[in-house]
């Protein structure tokens, strides 16, 4: 059989905020990994991706940038093998998240998708809700503005004119649900699931985490977490993924957040040869 060659794009450091190197670690243990199996890796930046024609049949990447994504879709569309989706990449922006979850009731926070030139506070007092996050609803956050915790109406207002300012023109509005914060991890195809509580370990990126407080260790399913979650990763169709959720006091679960491809940083070293597993597996197939 004809060695396989892969390309491996990595994520620009611009979309890697705070995690530049555990981004950087976690691609080379799977680029490695995938070595150790037999394959070709062939490395480019997400520059060199969306700047030079790639000849390889498979690609596994980590990329964020929209020209980069429209090119692994544009690949995909012409029978390469792409891990994760460039379709999923684009799922995991906020708004079309938010509008997944939604229509496929997946159990999540009361949302609403406004755009930033508009005033949501009469639906926000409709609804009930003060306490309330708000995320760009285009793209995944880059800077720490791009996810922000709001106590009040006023502040509500004052994050959507910032973003318009910015050109994001539209926004996720989610309702702060109280509860343990849990992050989670996994990889689709294989047996590899972790999950754990942040303010156990002072893990952040942003210090939000920190708006949930220390976890009360309710009581909860792990295996229902993990059925939602693989329910959630073929929705947004990312096998390699991450992400948040709230877990009440009464045990029940809602996600907050979906990502691809996270850095997988409390988890790297057992979560990379599961990744190099699922890439191979899927190119076997």
Sequence with gaps: MNKITIAGIRRGNIFSPNHIGNDEM???LTA?????????????SEREFFEKETEEPFLFN????????????HLEDEGRIVINSGYGIENCTREKMTRLLISHQEPSPVSLI????????PELEELGI????????DFHAIHREDVTYVRNHDEVKGILKEYAIRGIKTAV?????????????????????????????????FGMEQINGNAQGFTFDLHQLKRLCKEISELLNVKIYG???????????????FNDWPSFAPCREVAAPKIAECIYNSIMK
């Design 26 to 28: 976690v691609f080379s």
């Design 32 to 44: 490695m990994h995938l070595r150790a199996r037999g394959c070709t890796v062939n490395e480019y």
């Design 62 to 73: 980590m990329v964020r940038d929209t020209y980069s994504v429209k090119k692994l879709q």
């Design 114 to 121: 406004v755009k930033t030139s508009s005033d949501p506070v």
């Design 130 to 137: 003060t306490n309330c996050w708000i995320k760009r609803g």
């Design 173 to 205: 509005i989610n309702e702060h649900l109280i509860g343990d914060l849990v992050k989670f991890y996994g990889v689709a195809d294989t047996d590899f699931f972790y999950w754990f509580y942040p303010s156990s370990i002072n893990y952040s990126k």
């Design 243 to 257: 992400g948040d959720c709230i877990i009440s006091s009464d045990g029940s679960i809602r996600i907050i957040d």
